[in-house]
Nanobody, 123 residues
């Protein structure tokens, strides 16, 4: 059974940085595309970033491009999201997600999810 556990969220000020981690177990990590999504109160879950199985291809939402970096360590079964220059509008619960093989950017395409970690950015 696939298990994804996020960590690293917290309360920060605008302009600060955070690094989220997602530890995966119960899967052959190297055959899974990994993604980060977020959901703010009253809003739908939205795509943040995704990374291919090897880590060679990454994709970002326009709202985070140039500020966030997704990476993975297949030896540690872990995916990361480095978030720099955080803004109040980045406040949300951040979720890690996994799907086999092909890169995707919509929540419906991912079939394994973590429990989420809260990121709050104060102005």
């Amino acid at each position: 059974q696939v298990r994804l556990v996020e960590s690293g969220g917290g309360l920060v000020q605008a302009g600060d940085s955070l690094r989220l981690s997602c530890a995966a177990s119960g899967l052959t990590f190297s055959v899974y595309t990994m993604g980060w999504f977020r959901q703010a109160p009253g809003k739908e879950r939205e795509f943040v970033a995704t990374i291919s199985r090897s880590g060679g291809n990454t994709y970002y939402a326009d709202s985070v491009k140039g500020r966030f970096t997704i990476s993975r360590d297949n030896a540690k079964n872990t995916v990361y999201l480095q978030m720099n220059s955080l803004k109040p509008e980045d406040t949300a619960v951040y979720y890690c997600a996994a799907r086999q093989w092909v890169v995707a950017t919509t929540p419906a395409d991912f079939n394994s999810w973590g429990q989420g970690t809260q990121v709050t950015v104060s102005s």
